[in-house]
T-cell receptor
Framework: NAGVTQTPKFRVLKTGQSMTLLCAQD?????MYWYRQDPGMGLRLIHY???????AKGEVPDGYNVSRLKKQNFLLGLESAAPSQTSVYFC??????????????FGEGSRLTVL | AQTVTQSQPEMSVQEAETVTLSCTYD???????LFWYKQPPSRQMILVIR????KQQNATENRFSVNFQKAAKSFSLKISDSQLGDAAMYFC????????WGAGTKLIIKP
């Protein structure tokens, strides 16, 4: 059982380049989330989705776009990467909404460095 | 706005001893959930324990237990018989409509 899988695990970008992080879950969860983790700041929600075809902004959405064309996949895009986007990115999914007590299942994270 | 505070950036404990990690939160809601998640060096976050605010009984999962003080808005995690595999970052989280995370506590286990 793979759970939540993120690709790629590591990536180095130059300022201005674009890239997409892919998150896939095999648990048939409705809810999916993208977080970024920076030292001393815990997790901050970038975007989330409450079902196929839906997306919504989180706490720090600027500079990111997302899409959920298929229930099992949630893509995070950076159109023009900036050094401030250097971070570790986590995808998570849940059966019930995380804000209603649902447990989140996380991927292993993707470390992105923007030079 | 709801906030979650973990005042201990780092804690250390001798193997087999007991350690308590602190978490306080601020909310005006009466119904909510509280969580402790563990993030080992492998980075993948794992749920350790969950507490529902309307339940007065403290949650327990094997060696992990919480001390939930609703009036004081405190939610500490006690780890008994600490093991080397418990070394990780521990995050406290609060949820009602949305999930709010603390900054984390790094737990070091001394052999």
């Amino acid at each position: 059982n793979a759970g939540v899988t993120q690709t790629p695990k590591f990536r180095v970008l130059k300022t201005g380049q674009s890239m997409t992080l892919l998150c896939a879950q095999d648990m048939n969860h409705e809810y999916m989330y993208w977080y970024r983790q920076d030292p001393g700041m815990g997790l901050r929600l970038i975007h989330y989705s409450v079902g196929e075809g839906t997306t919504a902004k989180g706490e720090v959405p600027d500079g990111y776009n997302v899409s959920r064309l298929k229930k099992q996949n949630f893509l995070l895009g950076l159109e023009s990467a900036a050094p401030s986007q250097t971070s570790v990115y986590f995808c998570a999914s849940s059966y019930a909404r995380g804000g209603n007590g649902g447990e989140l299942f996380f991927g292993e994270g993707s470390r992105l460095t923007v030079l | 706005a709801q906030t979650v505070t973990q005042s201990q950036p780092e804690m250390s404990v001798q193997e087999a001893e007991t350690v308590t990690l602190s978490c306080t939160y601020d909310t005006s809601e009466s119904d909510y959930y509280l969580f402790w998640y563990k993030q080992p060096p492998s980075r993948q976050m794992i749920l350790v324990i969950r507490q529902e605010a309307y339940k007065q009984q403290n949650a327990t999962e094997n060696r992990f237990s919480v001390n939930f003080q609703k009036a004081a808005k405190s939610f500490s995690l006690k780890i008994s018989d600490s093991q080397l595999g418990d070394a990780a970052m521990y995050f406290c989280a609060y949820s009602d409509y949305q999930l709010i995370w603390g900054a984390g506590t790094k737990l070091i286990i001394k052999p």
